[in-house]
């Protein structure tokens, strides 16, 4: 997977906004399940928005709080992270990921954590600072 961050540098003031793109390549987009994780300094990576590469069906957890948005062009073969509000706790190295589509859907693959997942980005940083 190749990540970038359409906005360079990935530091931004609490409350902006921020989009992050993640390119697939080499696997067929529609077998897939893509995510985004995050790792804080001294914290585990965890996956906490999911997206359906076949049908687009979305999933995360309560505490994203919808200040989140993962999109995907299937055209482009393309994974979006549209993010705002920033808060200074989402710093965080922001990883792309994709892996198999899971039998019991989306929730089940957050269920595995890093392990749901066979291909990830190279990580792009992510600091909110005043």
Known sequence: LRSSCRR???L???GGSL????AASGFRFDDATF?????????EREGFIYIDGSDGT???PDSVEGRFTISSDKAKNTVYLQMKNLKFEDTAVYFCAAGPR???GLQATHALGVAGMDYWGRGTRVTVSS
């Open 8 to 10: 360079g540098g990935g």
């Open 58 to 60: 979305l999933w995360y």
């Open 19 to 22: 989009r992050l793109s993640c």
């Open 35 to 43: 995510a985004w994780f995050r790792q804080a300094p001294g914290k």
């Open 12 to 14: 931004v003031q609490p």
């Open 102 to 104: 899971q039998q019991y």
